[in-house]
C-alpha cells in the first residue's frame, strides 16, 4: 500500500470530513423538518451539498444518488450566469440545459465568504410536486421542454439578503399548489441560512487557510480511493448494451451502449452508439449520464469513501452530441432524470460484470415507477407524485432485498395513513409481488404491488420501465419478472403501456405492479433437472 | 431503605438510601449475563445493612429488552394487518438503509413473513367503516395463528388510532378461543401508540409483542427473589420510572432504560448544583452515549433501534460506536479512523494484556499517560503498557507520526465524532451549546471531556462525584412518571383549541388514577398538558405546552427551531398529551461549605506533551478545592484528564467543575 497520499495529515483529515459533511447534514435535517410537501417531508426527495469556490462538490448529505452527481453543473451555471456575488445571495434554477436535470428538481445556490472572498457555495436540490407543465405532477408524455413546466435559468431569489418577491411569486404562480410551493421554498432557503451559517463558524474556529487547505486534501483522498478500486479492475475494454422501451410516444427500443476502458487507477466510459435523441420524454441531459456512471464507479468500493469531486476525477463520461443522452434544446427530458438514469446504471454495472464476475450484482428493478396524480377535489386542485421500489437484483452475496428502491433513487414511501388523509385516494393493496424475483443460486427480490383507487376524477400519469425487457441475471440466473400497469375502469382491466396518460374517473383503479430483481448464479436443484 | 440498581453488561451498580437525610452508599460487581436476578440479589445483600428483607422500593435499568432485540432472542410472535397490508414490516418506507452498498442489506424484521396475516377489514382515515371485519375469514386466519404456537400476537389496522373497535374484537375473539392464554399476551397497536403513520406503528407494536413476554418473565423472577413487601420499578427510556407490573402493557418503554438513567442522574446532581441546562457524556467500552437537557427532560417520539422504527417518547439520546475499546485503524485513504468497531471487553484494548493487538482508543490514553496503570478499575487490572505501545508504534509506522503524536491523534478523531453526536442533540434541534455544561461519566467520559467541549465552545464541565454509578444514582432519583396521549387531528382554532381543554380532562383523570396506582399522594403529581402542532401540510409536529395562546407559541417555537414562522398558514393539532409525574422523595443533599484552597497534589509525572502532569486523588479532594492543568485526577471507576489551559475546582457538592481558563 501506498503511504498516506493526502498533503494533510492522517488526523485531520478525518477531523474535517466530519465537519464539512456535519454542515450538508444539518442543512437537509432543517429542509426536512420545515417543508410541506409529502414528497419532501415524507418521501425525503432531496440533497444537500457543500462546494468550493471553483464549483467543486466537497461534502454530501447523502440521499438521493442522482441529484449528487448533477449538482456540480448546477453550481457551475450559477457561477457561469452571475457576474458577482454577495453575502445573502441565493440562485434558483431548474434549467436542464443550464444547471438543472428536469424541471421539478429546483436547486438553490448560495456562496459563504470569509472576508471579503467567496470560499464556497452550498446548495441544495428538492423535487417539489408540481411546477406547472401538462399534467399535474409535471411529469407528462411531452415533446419539448416547455411542456414540462416553468423554466428556471439561473437567477438571483435572494440578493444581498433581500428577497426576490417577484422571482418567487412567478414560480410559485406557475405551481398547481402554490401554498405548498412557497412553503418548500422556504424551507431549502431556511436550509441554506443553516449552511451558511455553520460554514461561516467553521471557517472562524479552524481558520480560513486551513479549512480551504482541508477542503481540497479531502478532495485528494477521495480521488485516491476512488483510483484504488478501479486500479482492481483488470485492464480492459468491455462492452454492454441494454436498451429503455418507448419515449412515452411511442414504445420502440432506445438503445444505451457502453463502452468502458479501463487502463491502471482510471476509466473511460463512452456512450457512442446510444440511440439518437427521442422526441419523448426520456432524453438525459449529461450530468444525468455522469451521475449514474459515477455512482456505478462509488458502488465498487468496500470503504466508505466520501463522495465528493475527487470521486469524479478518475472517472471520464463521454456521451455523443445528439443522442438521446446528450440531447439538443428544447428535447423533453423529464423522466430522463428517474428512468434513463437507472437503464444507464443497469448498462454500466453489465459491462463492469465481465471483468468482476463474482462482484456486480443482477440487474434491479430499473426504474422508479413513477406515478403522478392531479385534479380537483371539490374547489381545492391537488397534485401528487410517488415512486415505487421493488426487486434488487441478487449477487454472489445472497438474495436481492425485495420492495425497496435501487440505484439512483433512495426515497421512502408516503404512509398510507398520510396520504388518504390529505389526498382523494385510497391505497386498497400494498404489498410484495409473490414470485416476481428471478430464479437462480440466490434469488432475485420481488417486487410491488399497490392498487390505488381515485375518489374524485383525476389524471393519472405513469413512467416506468421494465414492462417489456425483463432486469437482467447474472452467471446463470434467471431475469426478474417485467412490471404490470394495470387501469381497472367499471371493473374491466386493461394493461396499459409502461409510460401512459389519462384522465380517469372516480371508483377508477390504478393497480402498479412493480419488476423482480435479476437471479444470480444456477439453482443447482434446477440444474440437476436439466437432462444433459 | 431504597436502592437502585443498574445491571450493565460488564457491571452491577447499585447505590441505596435509607431515607430522612441518610446516607447514600454506593456499590459495584461484575454483572452474571445468564441470571441478571442474582447480580441484583448479591448486590443487595451487600449494600443492605441489616438484610433485604428492610428494602422497601427498588428501582431497576435493565438491559434484557434491548438485548432480546439486538440479539433477536425476543418471543415467538404473529402479526395481524389489514387487508391488503401484511408485508408493512418488509416494506418498510421502501429505503434501503445505505445508499452506496453494491449488496444492500435491511435488519431482519422482529416476525417472520411466514407469520403475518390479513384480516379482512378496512376503515377510512376519519375511522368510518368502509368493510366491516369479517368474522368468519378472522376464525380461519386465527386457525393459522393457533398452529404457529405463539407468545404473543401483535395487530395493526389501519387507521386504528381513530377507531380501535376492530383491534378490540379482533382481540376478544383471540381471548375467546383461547389462542393465547392471557390478555396481555395480544398487543394492539391501539394501545400501545395510537398515532398515524402505519409502518412506524407496526414497527413499535411488533417490537413490544417481541420483547413483552422476555420481559414479563424476566421481572416475574426478580419479583419472587425480592422480599414481598418492597416494590420493584422499572426505568423508562423517558427517563420516569414505573411499577414493574406496567410492564406487561410497556415493555418497550424500557429499551433505553439503562441510558435514560444515566441522563437522569447527571440532570438531577448538575441542577442541585445549579446546571439545569446540561450536555450528558455517557462513554464507556464500546459506545458513547449523547444527550441534551434544556432545564427539564424533553423525550421525543423518533427514534429506531437496531433500525427499526419506535415511536415510544424516549429521551434523545445519540449512540456513537466511539468508546475506550475502538479500534484506531489506517483507511485505504491513508486517513485515520477510530471506530465503530470495538475490540470489546474480550480481548479489549492490547494495555488489557489479554491478546489484543489492535491499537484503541484506550491504547491512545494510556500511552499518554492518562490511565492510572497501578490502580486501573481501583487495582483489579494491571496494565500492560508495552503491549500498548506496540500497537500504536504499528499504526504510527502507517501514518508516519511519532508514537505521541499517533495517540494524540487517535484521541482527536474520537472526539470529533463525539462533536457530530453533540452537534445532532443540539445545534440540529435549535440549542447553542455554548448555552451547556457538559456533564462527564462513565469510565471514560471524564478523560475526554475537556477536549469535547473545546471544540463546541462549552464553557464547562461537571464530573460528577462518583461518575462510575451514576445510572443506578439517576434510578433511585427517578420520579415517577406516565403518560396519555390521543391522536386527534384538527385544524386549530380558538374552539377546537376550548374542545381539546376539555377532552384533556379525561387524560388527565386517567394519569391522576395511574399515579394514584403507584401510591403516589395528591401533593407529589404533577401533569403537563400538550399539544403536538405543525402547520398543516408538514410532517413533523412540535410540541407546545398548554398555555394561554397555543398557536402563538407554536409560531414562536418554529421561528427558534427553523428560522422563520408562517403566521398566515393554517396550524393542525395531530396529539394531545398529558404527562404526570409523581415526585419521589429525594436525598436532601445540602452544599458543603467551600472554602476556597488550592489543592495539594499526590505527586507529579513527566507530560508527553512536555512539562509535568500533577496527580490528584479524588477521594482528597474538599470542596473549594481548586488547581490547574495539566493534571489527572483518580479514583476508582474513572479518571479525569485536566488539559493545560483548563482549571478545576470542587463545589460544595463534590461535584469537579472544570473551566477554561
Given at each position: 500500500m501506498k503511504g498516506a497520499p493526502v498533503s494533510v495529515d492522517a488526523i485531520s483529515i478525518e477531523v474535517f470530513k466530519n465537519l464539512f459533511a456535519a454542515v450538508a447534514e444539518e442543512m437537509g435535517l432543517t429542509l426536512q423538518r420545515a417543508s410541506f410537501s409529502p414528497n419532501i417531508r415524507e418521501r425525503l426527495d432531496f440533497s444537500c451539498a457543500v462546494f468550493d469556490a471553483e464549483a467543486r462538490m466537497i461534502a454530501q448529505a447523502a440521499h438521493i444518488p442522482v441529484h449528487l452527481g448533477s449538482m456540480p453543473a448546477s453550481v457551475a451555471a450559477a457561477v457561469e450566469a452571475c457576474d458577482e456575488f454577495h453575502p445573502g445571495d441565493v440562485v434558483v434554477l431548474n434549467d436542464p440545459y443550464h444547471g438543472g436535470t428536469h424541471l421539478p428538481d429546483i436547486t438553490m445556490i448560495s456562496p459563504v465568504f470569509a472576508g471579503g472572498d467567496l470560499s464556497y457555495f452550498v446548495a441544495s436540490r428538492a423535487h417539489h410536486a408540481d411546477v406547472g407543465g401538462m399534467t399535474p405532477g409535471s411529469a407528462?408524455?411531452?415533446?419539448?421542454?416547455?411542456?414540462?413546466g416553468i423554466i428556471i435559468p439561473p437567477l438571483k431569489l435572494r440578493l444581498s439578503g433581500w428577497m426576490n418577491e417577484g422571482a418567487m411569486a412567478l414560480i410559485v404562480a406557475n405551481s398547481r399548489n402554490p401554498a405548498e410551493r412557497i412553503g418548500d421554498l422556504e424551507a431549502q432557503l431556511a436550509a441554506h441560512r443553516i449552511g451558511e451559517s455553520r460554514l461561516a463558524d467553521m471557517m472562524i474556529e479552524h481558520g480560513v487557510e486551513s479549512t480551504a487547505e482541508h477542503a481540497n486534501a479531502l478532495l485528494e483522498y477521495s480521488r485516491y480511493m476512488t483510483e484504488a478500486v478501479i486500479a482492481r479492475i483488470p485492464d480492459g475494454v468491455y462492452r454492454f448494451r441494454d436498451a429503455m422501451e418507448g419515449d412515452g410516444q411511442r414504445e420502440y427500443e432506445l438503445p444505451i451502449q457502453a463502452q468502458i476502458e479501463v487502463s491502471g487507477e482510471a476509466m473511460r466510459v463512452d456512450f457512442s452508439g446510444s440511440a439518437p435523441q427521442a422526441l419523448g420524454n426520456v432524453n438525459a441531459v449529461p450530468a444525468i449520464v455522469r451521475s449514474a456512471t459515477w455512482y456505478c464507479a462509488r458502488l465498487l468500493s468496500e470503504e466508505d469513501i466520501p463522495v465528493n469531486h475527487g470521486c469524479f476525477q478518475p472517472v471520464a463520461v463521454t456521451t455523443p452530441a445528439g443522442s438521446f443522452l446528450n440531447p439538443r434544446f428544447p428535447a423533453a427530458v423529464v423522466v430522463g432524470n428517474t428512468e434513463t438514469s437507472q437503464r444507464i446504471v443497469d448498462t454500466v454495472l453489465g459491462a463492469l460484470a465481465q471483468a468482476l464476475p463474482q462482484d456486480i450484482p443482477a440487474a434491479s428493478l430499473?426504474?422508479?415507477?413513477n406515478f403522478t396524480v392531479g385534479g380537483f377535489d371539490g374547489d381545492d386542485q391537488f397534485v401528487y407524485y410517488e415512486t415505487l421500489g421493488g426487486g434488487h437484483g441478487a449477487s454472489n452475496r445472497g438474495d436481492g432485498l425485495s420492495g425497496r428502491h435501487c440505484h439512483m433513487t433512495n426515497t421512502l414511501n408516503t404512509p398510507v395513513e398520510a396520504l388518504e388523509y390529505s389526498l382523494p385516494l385510497r391505497v386498497r393493496r400494498y404489498h410484495l409481488r409473490d414470485d416476481s424475483g428471478g430464479a437462480g443460486f440466490h434469488r432475485g427480490g420481488d417486487g410491488i404491488v399497490r392498487e390505488y383507487e381515485l375518489l374524485v376524477p383525476a389524471t393519472v400519469t405513469i413512467n416506468s420501465e421494465r414492462r417489456l425487457r425483463p432486469p437482467y441475471g447474472l452467471s446463470g440466473g434467471a431475469p426478474g419478472q417485467c412490471g404490470l400497469n394495470i387501469i381497472r375502469r367499471d371493473g374491466e382491466d386493461t394493461v396499459v403501456s409502461g409510460k401512459h396518460s389519462a384522465y380517469l374517473g372516480a371508483g377508477d383503479r390504478v393497480i402498479i405492479e412493480t419488476p423482480g430483481g435479476g437471479g444470480w448464479g444456477v439453482n443447482q436443484s434446477d440444474a440437476e433437472v436439466i437432462p444433459g | 431503605m431504597r436502592a437502585g440498581v443498574d445491571i450493565g453488561g460488564t457491571f452491577t451498580d447499585l447505590v441505596s438510601y435509607d431515607g430522612d437525610g441518610g446516607q447514600l452508599s454506593i456499590h459495584k460487581l461484575l454483572s452474571d449475563p445468564q441470571r441478571p436476578e442474582r447480580s441484583m440479589l448479591a448486590g443487595l445483600e451487600a449494600i443492605v445493612p441489616g438484610g433485604i428483607s428492610g428494602l422497601e422500593q427498588v428501582a431497576h435499568g435493565s438491559t434484557v429488552a434491548t438485548n432480546a432485540i439486538l440479539e433477536r432472542k425476543g418471543a415467538r410472535t404473529a402479526l395481524l394487518t389489514s387487508a391488503g397490508f401484511r408485508d408493512l414490516l418488509f416494506i418498510?418506507?421502501?429505503?434501503?438503509?445505505?445508499?452506496?452498498?453494491?449488496h444492500p442489506r435491511i435488519p431482519t424484521p422482529l416476525i417472520p413473513r411466514e407469520r403475518c396475516y390479513e384480516v379482512e377489514e378496512r376503515l377510512d382515515f376519519r375511522g368510518e367503516v368502509l368493510q366491516p371485519l369479517d368474522l368468519a375469514q378472522l376464525d380461519r386466519v386465527l386457525e393459522r395463528v393457533a398452529a404457529d404456537d405463539v407468545d404473543s400476537i401483535a395487530v395493526c389496522l389501519l387507521y386504528s388510532y381513530v377507531n380501535r373497535n376492530h383491534e378490540q374484537l379482533i382481540k376478544r375473539r383471540i381471548l375467546e378461543r383461547g389462542i393465547v392464554d392471557e390478555d396481555w399476551r395480544v398487543v394492539l397497536s391501539s394501545e400501545v401508540l395510537p398515532e398515524f403513520r402505519e409502518y412506524e406503528r407496526a414497527s413499535t407494536v411488533a417490537l413490544e409483542a417481541y420483547v413483552r413476554p422476555v420481559m414479563s418473565r424476566y421481572i416475574g423472577e426478580l419479583e419472587t427473589a425480592l422480599p414481598a413487601a418492597s416494590s420493584l420499578r422499572i426505568m423508562k427510556s423517558d427517563g420516569g420510572v414505573m411499577r414493574a407490573g406496567r410492564v406487561r402493557r410497556?415493555?418497550?418503554?424500557?429499551?433505553l432504560s439503562g441510558p435514560a438513567a444515566g441522563v437522569m442522574g447527571a440532570f438531577h446532581l448538575a441542577s442541585v448544583a445549579g446546571h439545569d441546562r446540561i450536555i450528558t457524556l455517557d462513554m464507556g467500552g464500546t459506545s458513547t452515549d449523547v444527550a441534551l437537557v434544556a432545564g427539564e427532560p424533553q423525550p421525543r417520539a423518533e427514534s429506531a433501534i437496531d433500525g427499526l422504527p419506535l415511536r415510544v417518547r424516549m429521551l434523545d439520546i445519540k449512540t456513537i460506536g466511539a468508546g475506550g475499546g475502538s479500534i484506531a485503524r489506517v483507511d485505504a485513504g491513508g486517513a485515520l479512523r477510530v471506530g465503530p468497531e470495538s475490540a470489546g471487553a474480550n480481548p479489549g484494548p492490547a494495555v488489557y494484556g489479554l491478546g489484543g493487538v489492535q491499537a484503541t482508543l484506550s491504547d491512545a490514553n494510556a500511552i499518554l499517560g492518562r490511565l492510572d496503570a497501578e490502580r486501573f478499575l481501583g487495582g483489579n487490572m494491571a496494565l500492560d503498557l508495552s503491549a500498548g505501545e506496540r500497537a500504536l508504534a504499528e499504526l504510527a509506522r502507517q501514518i508516519g507520526y511519532s508514537v505521541v503524536d499517533t495517540a494524540q491523534g487517535v484521541i482527536e478523531v474520537a472526539i470529533v465524532n463525539i462533536d457530530r453526536a453533540i452537534r445532532h442533540v443540539s445545534i440540529a434541534r435549535g440549542h447553542d451549546p455554548r448555552d451547556f455544561t457538559l456533564v462527564a461519566f462513565g469510565g471514560a467520559g471524564p478523560l475526554h471531556a475537556c477536549a469535547a467541549a473545546e471544540g463546541l465552545d462549552i464553557p464547562g464541565v461537571l464530573v460528577p462525584p462518583a461518575p462510575g454509578v451514576l445510572c443506578a444514582m439517576g434510578l433511585l432519583l427517578a420520579d415517577v412518571a406516565v403518560e396519555y396521549s390521543q391522536s386527534v387531528i384538527c385544524r386549530a382554532s380558538v374552539e377546537s383549541i376550548a374542545a381539546l381543554r376539555e377532552s384533556q380532562e379525561d387524560l388527565l383523570a386517567r394519569a391522576r388514577h395511574e399515579l394514584r396506582q403507584e401510591g403516589i399522594g395528591a401533593e407529589a403529581m404533577r401533569f403537563v398538558a400538550s399539544l403536538d402542532m405543525r402547520y398543516e401540510g408538514q410532517a413533523f409536529e412540535l410540541n407546545i405546552p398548554f398555555g394561554a395562546d397555543v398557536i402563538e407559541a407554536f409560531h414562536a417555537e418554529h421561528e427558534r427551531t427553523y428560522?422563520?414562522?408562517?403566521?398566515?398558514r393554517e396550524v393542525e393539532i395531530i396529539n394531545s398529551r398529558v404527562n404526570g409525574i409523581g415526585k419521589i422523595d429525594k436525598p436532601e443533599m445540602a452544599a458543603l461549605e467551600a472554602n476556597p484552597h488550592e489543592a495539594a497534589a499526590f505527586g507529579e509525572k513527566r507530560s508527553p506533551l512536555g512539562g509535568q502532569t500533577a496527580l490528584y486523588e479524588r477521594s482528597d479532594l474538599k470542596p473549594g478545592a481548586s488547581f490547574a492543568g495539566e493534571a489527572l485526577v483518580y479514583q476508582m471507576d474513572s479518571t479525569t484528564y485536566v488539559p493545560p489551559g483548563w482549571r478545576a475546582r470542587v463545589d460544595g457538592y463534590m461535584n469537579l467543575l472544570l473551566e477554561r481558563v
Open positions: 407528462p408524455l411531452s415533446t419539448e421542454l416547455y411542456q414540462e430499473g426504474t422508479m415507477n | 418498510g418506507r421502501q429505503d434501503r438503509p445505505t445508499l452506496y452498498d453494491i410497556q415493555a418497550i418503554h424500557t429499551a428560522g422563520h414562522a408562517m403566521r398566515w
